[in-house]
């Protein structure tokens, strides 16, 4: 790794990305998360929500050699991604005939944009995230398992109670390609009760 102390960690997964032919840096963060927990394996059906440009999907599709079914939602258009399901659409409009599958995996990295007003911030975090307590309540299989995105404070509370109420077993997790500086972590819930 670099020297120059401007070098942040973040910087170093930018570089990589590019390298491995990544379209993001968020690809590590799953990649790190993945090895700890092993949650993405062959034959799952697998949904990802806020899943633009595309990075985990790429490491989904690279760790199950293909052989996984998935699910994309975004808001923004994202460049095809071969054999992959994908809708664009605002999450807050997702409705019950969008989806009519249910899922073995969820995996969310969905932020809203940040306005920089704390308490605005964390109030459209909540609202992204009981959007997705009801897909999981809905869609999530018996067992299952839901990684999801949120940030230090309110939004890490309400997630985690969800979470604890709904899974045998709740980790919060801080891969080290998210920015030591970012208040960003990820909650992860194993078997759904
Ligand atoms: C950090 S990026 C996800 C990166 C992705 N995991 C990857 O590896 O490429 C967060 C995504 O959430 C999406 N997003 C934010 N608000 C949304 C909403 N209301 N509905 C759907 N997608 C939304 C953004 O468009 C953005 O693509």
């Given at each position: 790794?670099s020297?120059?102390?401007?070098?942040?960690?973040?910087?170093?997964?930018?570089?990589?990305?590019?390298?491995?032919?990544?379209?993001?840096?968020?690809?590590?963060?799953?990649?790190?998360?993945?090895?700890?927990?092993?949650?993405?394996?062959?034959n799952?059906?697998?949904?990802?929500?806020?899943?633009?440009?595309?990075?985990?999907?790429?490491?989904?599709?690279?760790?199950?050699?293909?052989?996984?079914?998935?699910?994309?939602?975004?808001?923004?258009?994202?460049?095809?991604?071969e054999?992959?399901?994908?809708?664009?659409?605002?999450?807050?409009?997702?409705?019950?005939?969008?989806?009519?599958?249910?899922?073995?995996?969820?995996?969310?990295?969905?932020?809203?944009?940040?306005?920089?007003?704390?308490i605005?911030?964390?109030?459209?975090?909540?609202?992204?995230?009981?959007?997705?307590?009801?897909?999981?309540n809905?869609?999530?299989?018996?067992?299952g398992?839901?990684?999801a995105?949120?940030?230090?404070?309110s939004?890490?509370?309400?997630?985690?109670?969800?979470?604890?109420?709904?899974?045998?077993?709740?980790?919060?997790?801080?891969?080290?390609?998210?920015r030591?500086?970012s208040?960003?972590?990820?909650?992860?819930?194993?078997?759904?009760?």
């Amino acid at each position: 790794m670099s020297k120059n102390p401007n070098y942040t960690g973040g910087e170093r997964f930018n570089k990589l990305s590019k390298k491995d032919g990544y379209r993001s840096r968020a690809a590590y963060k799953l990649k790190q998360i993945n090895k700890s927990h092993n949650l993405i394996k062959q034959n799952q059906n697998i949904l990802d929500i806020g899943c633009a440009p595309g990075s985990w999907i790429q490491v989904v599709k690279e760790l199950t050699k293909g052989k996984a079914s998935i699910t994309g939602i975004d808001i923004l258009s994202m460049a095809k991604i071969e054999g992959i399901t994908f809708l664009q659409k605002d999450l807050l409009e997702v409705n019950d005939d969008d989806l009519n599958d249910h899922f073995d995996l969820v995996l969310s990295d969905i932020a809203p944009n940040i306005s920089g007003i704390s308490i605005t911030d964390s109030e459209n975090m909540i609202e992204l995230l009981n959007i997705e307590i009801y897909l999981i309540n809905k869609y999530l299989v018996k067992g299952g398992s839901f990684l999801a995105k949120c940030f230090q404070g309110s939004s890490f509370d309400h997630l985690k109670e969800f979470m604890k109420e709904n899974f045998k077993e709740v980790v919060r997790i801080k891969p080290e390609a998210s920015r030591t500086s970012s208040k960003e972590c990820y909650l992860l819930g194993k078997f759904k009760k």
